[in-house]
């Protein structure tokens, strides 16, 4: 797998031998606030609203003891 986030909060994401993929997302990790676009393999997904639940930052950071590393959001997508 090879991804990156691009400027205009489009996340570009390419796969080989994934059936499904799971995204750990917050605000902080894009330039502009808003939607966020994905796409897997070039094709476009539906955009998402990254959400701030404070109890998924809280699990995540604890789990992974380090903040820098916790998210608040995540999603899942079924690679065709």
């Known amino acids: ?6 400027p205009d909060n489009r996340i570009d994401i390419k796969t080989r ?3 499904k993929l799971r995204l750990l997302l917050r605000p902080e990790l894009f330039s ?3 939607t966020v676009r994905v796409r897997l393999n070039g094709k476009e ?3 998402l609203e990254i959400k ?3 109890q ?3 699990h995540s950071a604890a789990l ?3 903040p820098f590393l ?4 995540a999603t899942s997508f079924e690679v065709p």
């Not at 797998?1 to 691009?6: C, E, Y």
């Not at 916790?70 to 959001?73: C, E, L, N, S, V």
């Open 1 to 6: 797998m090879d991804a990156r986030i691009l």
């Open 17 to 19: 031998n994934v059936k």
């Open 32 to 34: 502009a606030a808003g």
């Open 45 to 47: 997904q539906p955009p």
């Open 52 to 54: 701030r639940d404070c």
């Open 56 to 58: 998924l930052f809280a």
């Open 64 to 66: 992974f003891a380090d």
């Open 70 to 73: 916790a998210y608040t959001d």
